[in-house]
């Protein structure tokens, strides 16, 4: 028996019903107590207007913790979001690569915040192209506990971060205008997804062997064909199409 069906008779098909009385803030607060977890978070940069600086957010994180992590732009280097979004399946944090200074910095501060010292990264996709979320869980557990329950848990956070999901999208989802698959170049698409990464313009070029100049002009040519007002409403328009992950 989950702990969730221990401490309420509601069942996991009845979520939905339960979803229509709460806000979404509220119903994270439910599954960190149901699930016995330090935090629970669900963020969502892909709706109409937001993006990964500014998300769709509900958290049980303090107001604190939460404006010193948009304060160091740590959402744009976060590995919990660049590498746990992109899967398919839940992800171990534990696993998650520190390949940079300033993720290693963040997850130090993780630390020393006492966020938790186990977690799940849960990718929710849909229900329209290009639309991503993802819902983050982090427990106290130590390693022996975590590792009897992670494999249950990993499940069971599964469908209840899709109902989640379901109902943000009822009170924040637009229809988008439709973009064809093939708008961008291969190019202009590969400078708008390091972009989206958090890479600066001079990383870029680096990695893609032209000029700083030359990047410019890609990321130019994104913005007019995508008719987007700014970079960071390109990476949001693009995001939503599924041009870039």
Known sequence: MSVLEEEDPCSLVEYEDVLKHETIEGFVKIIQRRFNLKHVTYMCPSFAGRERKDPVLATTYSDEWVRHYKEQDYGMIDPTITIGARSSLPVDIATLPLTSKKARRLFEEVEDAGIGKQGLAIPLRGPTNGLWALMVAMSDDRAPEWELRR???????????????????????????????????????????????????????????????????????????????????????????????
Do not use: C, W
């Open 151 to 245: 494999e249950e848990l990993s499940r069971e956070l599964l469908f209840v971060a899709h109902q989640v999901h379901h109902y943000a999208f009822t009170l924040y989802g637009e229809p988008s205008r439709e973009i064809g698959i093939n708008i961008l170049g291969v190019r202009e698409t590969e400078a708008l997804q390091r972009s989206a990464d958090g890479a600066t313009l001079e990383e870029i070029a680096s990695a893609m062997r032209v000029t700083s100049g030359t990047v410019k002009g890609y990321l130019a040519n994104v913005r007019v064909k995508l008719h987007a007002d700014n970079p960071s409403h390109a990476i949001a328009i693009a995001l939503r199409a599924g041009l870039i992950h």
